[in-house]
T-cell receptor, first 115, second 113 residues
Framework: AQTVTQSQPEMSVQEAETVTLSCTYD???????LFWYKQPPSRQMILVIR??????QNATENRFSVNFQKAAKSFSLKISDSQLGDTAMYFC????????????FGSGTQLTVLP | ETGVTQTPRHLVMGMTNKKSLKCEQH?????MYWYKQSAKKPLELMFV???????ENNSVPSRFSPECPNSSHLFLHLHTLQPEDSALYLC????????????FGPGTRLTVT
């Protein structure tokens, strides 16, 4: 069974600063995908970024980037130039390759961007 | 806008009522999901449908009854609910090959009185 751990229930950052959210996972699979989802106060779950485990290059989407360490089973999210609209709950998620496999979510990190 | 819509957005119902939640996806996906999100608890997967066939039921009480008439529509029929069923119910969809990310609807906030 897969597990996803987010050890920081809450974090805060000043506007325009950089923040890193941590995520670790446990799996015996070799091929899998990792995601970060964002859930703002509207409760709409939004995909932020995805990473394929077979790719060594870290994924980047504008101000969002990941630090993927496969051997350490670590998948952190870095948000640069934080904006007030980044205030949200952030969930890390894992899925092994294979059409019938389901997402496993972490418990989430509540990020607050302070003006 | 994720391409997944849910109605209603808010629902208040008594324990003896029968109501249904609706989800529709416009993404051409073949798998659809119901999740329950309660305060201070992790996201709980309830049901999974692949090509209209239910492939997973995570020990959900029978007062929740899913229906998937086609790959674009998913319903959750509610009957004789309990106050602890009050939660945000999220629908999601994904392709069944290639990419694995799920796209979520905005959710239905359900309150059982």
């Amino acid at each position: 069974a897969q597990t996803v751990t987010q050890s920081q229930p809450e974090m805060s950052v000043q506007e325009a600063e950089t923040v890193t959210l941590s995520c670790t996972y446990d799996t015996s699979e070799n091929n899998y995908y990792l995601f970060w989802y964002k859930q703002p106060p509207s409760r709409q779950m939004i995909l932020v970024i995805r990473q394929e485990a077979y790719k060594q290059q870290n994924a980047t989407e504008n101000r969002f980037s990941v630090n993927f360490q496969k051997a350490a089973k670590s998948f952190s999210l870095k948000i640069s130039d934080s904006q007030l609209g980044d205030t949200a709950m952030y969930f890390c998620a894992f899925v092994p390759s294979g059409s019938a496999r389901q997402l496993t979510f972490g418990s989430g990190t509540q990020l607050t961007v302070l003006p | 806008e994720t391409g997944v819509t849910q109605t209603p957005r808010h629902l208040v119902m008594g324990m003896t009522n029968k109501k249904s939640l609706k989800c529709e996806q416009h993404l051409g996906h073949n798998a659809m999901y119901w999740y329950k999100q309660s305060a201070k608890k992790p996201l709980e997967l309830m049901f999974v449908y692949n090509f209209k066939e239910q492939t997973e039921n995570n020990s959900v009480p029978s007062r929740f009854s899913p229906e998937c008439p086609n790959s674009s529509h998913l319903f959750l029929h509610l009957h004789t609910l309990q106050p602890e069923d009050s939660a945000l119910y999220l629908c999601a969809s994904r392709r069944t090959s290639g990419r694995y990310e799920q796209y979520f609807g905005p959710g239905t906030r359900l309150t059982v009185t």
